[in-house]
């Protein structure tokens, strides 16, 4: 289809029935629901790119945690997907993905801990770990700006328990970039392994691509 038309993927509703017991659909269901969820956080950076006020480095900050958190859950069903797709030639990208030892890495070290203790969870036995492990020169509880106010401290905690500690604020910025820049690869390369099993998927099972 053109970049700018407008498309659908449909089913007959009699065809749709017999599909919500499917495992396989229901799988690609989940998929979708993650793949939303990646892309939504990937979206609210755009209006803070180059922005250095609070909510910008907010924002910054949440949508890279969130993204390691729903990668991480992403991950844990990309293994469920296995079991239903592996013999697919649609699943080999996602295939290519759990073979890679950089991503096995990536998910034990980084994803998990974040996803565990501190996106879905608020316990303060993980935070009294992080504050054990890290320490901050010029640690700043809050910023604020007018009636504003953004608890940095919070967020920065977590961050650094994401990189192996440093010398100097220039490792360390240079650690927190590396894995950043880890984790927003990933959240592509999921992405699109997941649309290569999504659709061509889909067309096995009877829906059908029409323009609107």
Known sequence: MPSDETWRVIADQSEYAKQAADERFI???ALARCVNALRFS???LTPVQGHDRQAAVRTRINSFLHTAAILFEGGRLAESL???FRTDP????MAELLA????TTLFA???KPVRDGFVFHYGPENIREALERNEEDEPVFVLGRGDQAYYQLADLVVVRTMIQ?????AERDASYAEVLKAVADLGVRFARAADRLIAPV???MGWRMVSR
């Open 27 to 29: 799988h690609l269901l």
């Open 42 to 44: 990937a979206s609210v």
């Open 82 to 84: 296995a079991r239903h």
């Open 90 to 93: 649609a699943f080999a990208l």
């Open 100 to 103: 890679d030892r950089d991503v």
């Open 109 to 111: 070290e980084t994803l």
């Open 165 to 169: 500690t440093p010398q100097s604020e």
């Open 202 to 204: 889909l067309l096995q």
